[in-house]
């Protein structure tokens, strides 16, 4: 398996929810990554973790959560977020400088 | 000021003719990384640059890493129409014990003419 999978694809949620994003790999990456990507911008980096450890957090917002239950699962967790998060929010896992990362299709989300 | 500056911003090519995009950093590079986008979706390794003066070619695509391993470029010989999209550049600026900081330029947003 050489694939990161995020789900959903796309989400729409009210400025009032509560919602999560999931990202998966079996590459035996010990790095997790979280970018978000506004429209026509490249993506920026949100948070790292690093053996389910949070290693880097780029001053994101608390409204977004993120969480590494296992070396396996990265999730995003969304709560009271506004109209200006709305962008894509893509995963990425790496194993080390030499063999890159490996991005996921990512989940369009869009906050009404 | 931009960790990356990438050139151009865009890019418009008739099917069939050559082009180049450039990549500079302002500090030296772990690593460099091109990646293809289509809009709306998830980034496609093309390929990544490690040590000065290296050069990496798949199919069409070539990339270089100057000696001083702060500039990059990316040269597609013979553009067809499935070479559009974004194409971006990324750096490995800070690298810890098993991650990287991967920061990216601002893209090339390239269109070909058939």
């Known amino acids: 398996d050489t694939e990161v999978t995020q789900t959903p694809k796309h989400l729409v949620m009210g400025m009032t929810n509560k919602k999560s994003l999931k990202c998966e790999q079996h590459?035996?990456?010990?790095?997790m990554y979280w970018y978000k990507q506004k429209a026509k911008k490249p993506p920026e980096l949100m948070f790292v973790y690093s053996y389910e450890k949070l290693s880097i957090n780029e001053s994101v917002p608390s409204r977004f959560s993120p969480e590494c239950p296992n070396s396996s699962l990265l999730n995003l967790h969304l709560h009271a977020l506004q109209p200006e998060d709305s962008a894509l929010y893509l995963c990425?896992?790496?194993?080390?400088?030499?063999?890159?990362?490996?991005f996921g299709s990512g989940t369009r989300l869009t906050v009404v | 000021s931009q960790e990356l500056e990438q050139s151009p911003q865009s890019l418009i090519v008739q099917e069939g003719k050559n082009l180049t995009i450039n990549c500079t950093s302002s500090?030296?590079?772990?690593?460099l990384y091109w990646y293809k986008q289509k809009y709306g979706e998830g980034l496609i390794f093309l390929m990544m640059?490690?040590?000065?003066?290296e050069e990496k070619s798949h199919e069409k695509i070539t990339a270089k890493l100057d000696e001083k391993k702060q500039q990059s470029s990316l040269h597609i010989t013979a553009s067809q129409p499935s070479h559009a999209g974004i194409y971006l550049c990324g750096a490995i600026l800070l690298w810890g014990t098993s991650y990287g900081k991967l920061t990216f330029g601002q893209g090339t947003i390239l269109t070909v003419h058939p």
């Open positions: 640059l490690q040590k000065g003066g």
């Open positions: 500090k030296t590079l772990y690593g």
């Open positions: 990425a896992s790496s194993h080390s400088v030499e063999r890159g990362y490996t």
């Open positions: 590459m035996g990456h010990r790095a």
